[in-house]
């Protein structure tokens, strides 16, 4: 799966560090951001697009950093894995976008 185009919607938060976790999800997001791999931020997820042992990596340390401080990390992960796709978090929602103006 090395060379495989790869599509990862993550979400992370440490667990029993209190109420909010935006400073953790911060950390995280700052990894993925730093990594240079094609992402977005969401309310619930972020996606991160690239080869499957890169973008396997970016999650790893995100991770690792959202539970800086914490015994326990809640992770919840979707992954979209094909051959030949290249900026598919753009043409996924481009493909959805011209379905909907032909509404």
Do not use: C, H, Y
Not at 72 to 90: F, N, P
């Amino acid at each position: 799966m090395a060379d495989m185009s790869t599509i990862v919607a993550f979400s992370v938060a440490p667990l029993g560090t209190g109420e909010s976790v935006a400073p953790a999800v911060a950390r995280a997001v700052r990894v993925v951001r730093e990594s240079g791999l094609p992402n977005e931020t969401s309310a619930m997820f972020t996606s991160v697009e690239g080869e499957w042992d890169e973008v396997m990596d970016v999650v790893k340390r995100a991770v690792q950093a959202a539970g800086e401080g914490a015994s326990r990390v809640s992770l919840t992960l979707k992954a979209d894995v094909r051959e030949g796709v290249t900026d598919g978090l753009r043409s996924k929602v481009e493909a959805v976008e011209r379905e909907l103006g032909d509404a």
